[in-house]
């Protein structure tokens, strides 16, 4: 079991930046991916970034590449998210989760392959 809670969301303006943190507790072994989703209202939940705690192993949408940047520390206690040049179109409620053993942290990661969730938390960014 993993347990995750996520912090930090809040309300931005269009081109500032926000940090999302992600308390990792429990059987959070290195072979798990750790990632962000994203699900706005209406919408489907959808990958934002994913990384493995050790070696490296990263993904991010492209609509968010080069804007967000995800990290975890080496004893995968704590995860975050960091959003730069936030657009409207990235409000959401953001979500970390950790996957089941050994999924791929460097492709688009799926819900189906994500056993563990936080609760969530809200982002606004206005224009």
């Known amino acids: 079991q993993v347990q995750l809670m996520e912090s930090g969301g809040g309300s931005v303006q269009a081109g500032g930046s926000l940090r999302l943190s992600c308390a990792i507790s429990?059987?959070?072994?290195?072979?798990?991916?750790m990632a962000w989703f994203r699900q706005a209202p209406g919408k489907e939940r959808e990958g934002v970034a994913a990384i493995r705690p050790v070696g490296g192993s990263l993904y991010y949408a492209d609509s968010v590449k080069g804007r967000f940047t995800i990290s975890i520390d080496n004893a995968a206690t704590t995860g975050l998210l960091h959003l730069n040049s936030v657009k409207p179109e990235d409000t959401a409620t953001y979500f970390c989760?950790?996957?089941?053993?050994?999924?791929?942290?460097?492709?688009?990661?799926?819900?189906?392959?994500?056993?563990?969730w936080g609760q969530g938390t809200q982002v606004t960014v206005s224009s």
């Open positions: 989760a950790a996957s089941r053993m050994f999924a791929p942290c460097n492709t688009d990661p799926r819900v189906s392959e994500y056993p563990y």
């Open positions: 429990g059987d959070m072994d290195i072979r798990r991916c």
